[in-house]
């Protein structure tokens, strides 16, 4: 198992002089797939915009969430064809990405489509860095009764505030901009934008330094989602 659940820039060092090897420039679209039952198939275009042919890498793996944590674990219940595609500059291609079992999903399935454009292998003698970028697509196959039902709760632990939001419903929620604030304290940010998905039948955790915040009170929660807003309390354990 391992954890990709942003896009992530992997750096591999291919020579320690101050110089950086021609890049290809990746634009994928779309950046989030959603395919509604009984819909078993959906399709991603990528286009090189670089200067340089990029070798590309695709899979699938299963998105799950244990101990409020994102973890990818292998799988061959979806696939990515085709799995690797050599792309001159300037082009485009097409990776379907298409569920197996044509059995309409009962509840919500969630994926991710992992897309790595492979730095070509050092030649001798050159002195250029080279870098693989990793692109991580959620992927969804959506039943239609799917429902959400959010419930937090907050905990003091090690000195570190810690912010769970269980999901008992079959549908993921998508977070933006979470905060906390306590009474008349200064509220505490878990970064602007995406602050993560809370997936089906799952948790996520937020931890965050607090000083300001002991067991016992009683915090605000406030958050923006694809559900509409979210503004609650818990009480902090």
């Known amino acids: 198992m391992r954890s990709w659940i942003t896009a992530l820039l992997?750096?591999?060092?291919?020579?320690a002089a101050p110089a950086f090897a021609d890049a290809t420039s990746l634009q994928i679209m779309p950046i989030n797939i959603e395919v509604p039952a009984p819909g078993a198939a959906s399709k991603v275009t990528i286009t090189n915009s670089g200067s340089k042919t990029a070798n590309i890498q695709a899979r699938v793996f299963k998105w799950v969430q244990k101990n409020g944590k994102d973890e990818l674990v292998e799988t061959r219940d979806v696939v990515a064809s085709p799995p690797a595609v050599k792309l001159g500059a300037g082009k485009k291609s097409v990776i379907r990405v298409v569920r197996v079992n044509k059995t309409p999903a009962a509840n919500e399935e969630t994926y991710r489509l992992?897309?790595?454009?492979?730095?070509?292998?050092?030649?001798?003698?050159?002195?250029?860095i080279g870098f693989s970028v990793r692109h991580s697509l959620p992927v969804f196959f959506t039943a239609a009764d799917d429902e959400v039902e959010l419930n937090w709760k907050a905990a003091i632990k090690d000195g570190k505030l810690v912010v769970t939001a269980s999901n008992?419903?079959?549908?993921?929620?998508?977070?933006?901009d979470l905060k906390v604030a306590g009474k008349g304290g200064k509220a505490i940010s878990f970064g602007s934008g995406l602050s993560g998905y809370v997936l089906g039948r799952s948790s996520k955790v937020w931890i965050a330094k607090s000083k300001s915040i002991s067991p016992g009170a009683v915090i605000k929660i406030l958050a923006q989602s694809d559900h509409g807003s979210v503004e609650t309390t818990a009480k902090v354990q």
């Open 114 to 128: 992992v897309i790595d454009d492979i730095a070509a292998p050092r030649k001798s003698g050159d002195a250029a």
């Open 168 to 176: 008992s419903g079959d549908r993921r929620v998508r977070l933006t």
């Open 10 to 15: 992997t750096a591999t060092v291919l020579g």
